[in-house]
Structures are given as C-alpha cells and as structure tokens.
Nanobody
Framework: QVQLVESGGGLVQPGGSLRLSCAAS????????MGWFRQAAGKEHELVAD????????RYADSVKGRFTISRDNAENTVFLQMNSLKPEDTAVYYC??????????????WGKGTLVTVSS
C-alpha cells in the first residue's frame, strides 16, 4: 500500500520556523520528482517547491525563495521542507507530492493527506 504521510505542521508565530517531513512507504520514490504544494483558505493550489530525483536541484515559488529549503533523503524515502521566517501568508495545508518522470513511472502521481501550518501572532 503506497502512502505519503506528512508531519511537522502546527501553530507558529510570525518569524518562526517549522520543518515538514514526508515519509513514503509502499514503494521507492528515488526516481520521482518530489514536491510540496499548499492551499490556503480561499486561495489557489500552489507549488511551493520541488526537487529532482538526484536531489541536485530544487525549484521554489517566488514567494518562498530564500526562506524555504526542500531536501530529500532517498535512502530513507523521505522529503523535507525547512520553513524559516514564516509569515501569516504561509498559513495553509501543505501537501507532499510524488511525480513519476521515468519511462516506467511516467504519469504516476501520489499525494499525502496534508498537514496544517498556521502562522499567527
């Protein structure tokens, strides 16, 4: 049974930090692009960051550049999102995503159920 399970969300004050984790099970995702998405109340579903299979590159939404860092540990089948200097605008449900890009996995996609991050004073 394939699962992506997010953890690390919670309530934090503006300027604080959180580290989100996404633990995958049921298959190996080393060949997948892994990403974090978020959706705030009344807002569009947004790509926050993603990282290639090699872990050698990452992409970030303009709104989080310089504050968030995505990383992955393929040996542990886990992806992380370090969030620093959090702003109220970062409040959202954060979802982990795995996207197949190889010939064998192309078109396959998996999602976690999300973890809520609330940034409030």
């Amino acid at each position: 049974q394939v699962q992506l399970v997010e953890s690390g969300g919670g309530l934090v004050q503006p300027g604080g930090s959180l580290r989100l984790s996404c633990a995958a099970s049921g298959r190996t995702f080393s060949s997948y692009t892994m990403g974090w998405f978020r959706q705030a109340a009344g807002k569009e579903h947004e790509l926050v960051a993603d990282i290639s299979w090699s872990g050698g590159s990452g992409r970030y939404a303009d709104s989080v550049k310089g504050r968030f860092t995505i990383s992955r540990d393929n040996a542990e089948n886990t992806v992380f999102l370090q969030m620093n200097s959090l702003k109220p605008e970062d409040t959202a449900v954060y979802y982990c995503n795995a996207h197949g890009v190889t010939a064998a996995d192309y078109g396959m996609e998996y999602w976690g159920k999300g973890t809520l991050v609330t940034v409030s004073s």
